[in-house]
């Protein structure tokens, strides 16, 4: 399968199917590469082992020239020494303006690489090979960056890949929490944009679980197009992007609050549209059915919707949304649901009717 997106300044493909990792030399040539620029792969400690050999064997069969480096797997990588580590790394190999950078793993090193990318002598290209689920949502965009000891996703860039490819087979080593997590975010994208995707998710939800590979594919193809569809609106997001957050404001917060970790980004997105999504019926007199079927699907994919009240309590939370870029003054913004795939950016929620939703969402394990 493939998706192109298309922004004022740039256009590339997005190609979703099974093992087509040993394609990577053909799309490469499809894009108008030459063999003489070099490549140069950065994955992580638990990718690496896995895929890079044969990413790197493809490559040099085709007669690149291929370099890589490996970062310690997790959050934590995602930081201004490693981006240092990293252009050291580039430097030594001898990777000029020509050159391209291959992101190999999940959402921390697309972000990573990527930003790695965007600041190399000014921005070179890159290309992701998105390895987890929920880096079907981190790898199309173009947001790329790393984290302050201040906070997440401070330093960084706009930096669009030259071309993505996913190859579903990566997602049979992924662990399972890891799996659910990306499906927070494939909903996401369902319940924002798409009804008749919903549905489809409702319906298919025990082989996508079980990583059928036209499902899965079909999945992320769907979730991707939702994506493309709202980003090549607003790239810069200066208005619709901001949809993408559904969840995330709760999310966000509960990530924080708990300690990285506690939560994968997925279950705390899940808790976070399960409070945005109650928080429509009291703000926007949403129907409480849409609750209940927003609900219903998170379940199907084993996400929680409930937080659990010893990790954190509701003030930190409420002081944590605040600090958010998104909360201005004492306003909240929240994105809310008027109906089943339908959603959107809310101004001026007041603090009480917060509190009355972080009542309804505590008590999960
Ligand atoms: P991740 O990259 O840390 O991957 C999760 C874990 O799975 C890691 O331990 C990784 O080593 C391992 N892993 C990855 N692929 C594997 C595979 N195929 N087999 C076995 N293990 C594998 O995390 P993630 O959930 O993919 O991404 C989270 C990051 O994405 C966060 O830093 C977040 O800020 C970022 N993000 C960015 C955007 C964006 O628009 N740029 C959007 C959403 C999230
Ligand atoms: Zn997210």
Same mark, same amino acid.
């Given at each position: 399968k493939k998706l192109t997106v298309s922004l004022d300044h740039c256009q590339y493909p997005i190609y979703i199917g099974?093992?087509?990792?040993?394609k990577l030399p053909e799309v490469l040539q499809e894009a108008g590469m030459t063999f003489r620029r070099k490549l140069f792969i950065i994955s992580d400690s638990h990718v690496a082992p896995l895929y890079s050999k044969q990413v790197q064997t493809v490559l040099e069969k085709a007669g690149y020239e291929v370099g890589m480096a490996i970062v310690p797997a997790g959050e934590s990588s995602k930081n201004l020494q490693q981006l240092e580590h990293l252009i050291g790394e580039c430097l030594r190999f001898g990777l000029d303006r020509q050159s391209v950078i291959i992101a190999l793993g999940g959402g921390v090193i697309g972000d990573l690489a990527g930003f790695v990318a965007a600041t190399y002598m000014r921005g070179i290209p890159f290309i992701q090979i998105p390895t987890t689920l929920l880096a079907h949502d981190s790898s199309v965009g173009g947001k790329v960056g790393v984290n302050h000891a201040l906070g997440k996703n401070v330093i960084g860039a706009f930096h669009q890949p030259m071309l993505v490819l996913y190859? &579903?087979?990566?997602?049979?080593?992924?662990p399972k929490r890891e799996l659910i997590s990306g499906f927070a975010e494939v909903v996401k994208h369902a319940l924002i944009w798409d009804p008749s995707f919903i549905k489809w998710l409702e319906q298919n939800s025990e082989e996508l679980m079980a990583l059928h590979a036209e499902k899965i594919s079909e999945a992320i193809y769907r979730g991707c197009q939702v994506k493309v569809a709202v980003v090549s609106q607003d790239e810069k997001e200066v208005g619709l992007r901001a949809i993408l957050n559904y969840g995330h404001t709760i999310g966000h917060a509960l990530e924080a609050v708990a300690g990285y970790?506690?939560?994968t980004h997925g279950e705390a997105v899940a808790i976070g549209m399960a409070g945005a999504v109650r928080l429509s019926t009291k &703000?926007?007199?949403?129907?409480?059915q849409v609750v209940v079927k927003t609900e219903k699907l998170l379940h199907a994919f084993e996400l929680p919707t409930q937080y659990n009240p010893s990790h954190v309590t509701d003030e930190l939370l409420l002081q944590a949304m605040k600090r958010?870029?998104?909360?201005?003054n004492d306003e909240y913004s929240f994105v809310l649901?008027?109906?089943?795939g339908s959603v959107e950016l809310v101004r001026g929620i007041h603090e009480e009717q917060i509190r009355t939703i972080l009542q309804e969402i505590r008590g999960g394990k």
């Open positions: 099974k093992g087509i990792l040993a190859d &579903v087979e990566t997602l049979n080593t992924l970790g506690v939560y &703000v926007l007199g949403t129907d409480k958010d870029k998104k909360v201005r649901t008027s109906d089943l």
